[in-house]
């Protein structure tokens, strides 16, 4: 995440992790579905053992956890300019019972044809190999003061994949912070938003950033391992609203308490 993972930690982290998205259907506060990110160098082996992990602390809590879609890393972008695209996982390594959304690491912005050109390929390929591709995300840490320009080109880039495939995307804190205007225009524009938190300093959960994502109903809350400030959040469900939380856990987070991978 910008601000928050230089970029040559970026690097570093790209391939080793991978996490766990859990968030809450408006319909009922007790209700948690729980999603995967499955990240370069990750497979389903690890997601299936970390998932054991987290739905036994589902039932911890008294929670009635779901399992969701898995989130593919399938194509990056490096930080530096020119860097070619690397390619990541293929379908070969998960089922055609899966549902899946396949994601995109961007270090800095690439052209909009560039990235849709990819996403076509990469949805035709997934799809003939009969997986159900159900969506794509944008993992990209746009500065906030660009937030109508990464707007404009996410537009662009929808426009030209197939009209049944939804763009999600992550999103940082900060947006809300220093743009509310254009963190909420842009939000508008996508099916979600996974809003990261991955450090407690770094990232404080404010009275002034709830305030600032009131009324934004496709957040979502990223935090990392057992960061417990998620449980206090789920309780503040019927004060500010509908929440969608997410709890990203990499292989080895129970023992290191390492970074998310973005």
């Known amino acids: 995440m910008k601000r928050m993972v230089s970029g040559t930690s970026k690097e570093i982290l790209s391939g080793i992790f991978f996490c766990v998205l859990l968030f809450a259907w408006p319909v009922c506060a007790q209700d948690l579905i729980v999603d995967h990110w499955v990240w370069a160098g990750q497979s389903l082996d690890d997601r299936d053992e970390n998932q054991q992990k987290f739905m036994y602390d589902c039932e911890t809590f008294k929670l009635s956890c779901q399992r969701g879609e898995a989130r593919i890393l399938v194509r990056s ?92 995307i992550t999103g940082l804190p900060t947006w809300y912070e220093d743009n509310r205007k254009a963190a909420k225009k842009l939000a508008a524009a996508v099916t979600e938003v996974s809003l990261m938190f991955y450090r407690q300093k770094q990232t404080p959960i404010t009275d002034h950033l709830l305030d600032a994502i009131k009324g934004v109903n ?45």
């Open 77 to 168: 972008w490096g930080h530096e300019l020119g860097q070619k695209s690397t390619p990541h996982h293929s379908p070969k390594s998960f089922p055609d019972t899966e549902k899946i959304i396949l994601t995109y690491r961007m270090e800095k912005r690439v052209g909009a044809r560039e990235v849709a050109a990819f996403i076509n390929r990469d949805i035709n390929i997934w799809k003939r190999a009969g997986r159900d591709i159900v969506g794509v995300e944008i993992d990209y840490d746009s500065p906030s003061s660009k937030l109508d320009d990464y707007r404009v080109w996410l537009q662009v880039v929808q426009k030209q994949i197939p009209e049944d495939i939804s763009i999600g």
């Open 218 to 262: 496709n957040i979502r809350y990223g935090f990392l391992c057992n960061d417990d400030r998620w449980h206090s959040l789920f309780k503040e469900k019927k004060k500010y609203g509908t929440f969608r939380m997410a709890i990203f856990i990499t292989t080895e987070c129970h023992v290191n308490r390492e970074l998310a991978p973005s």
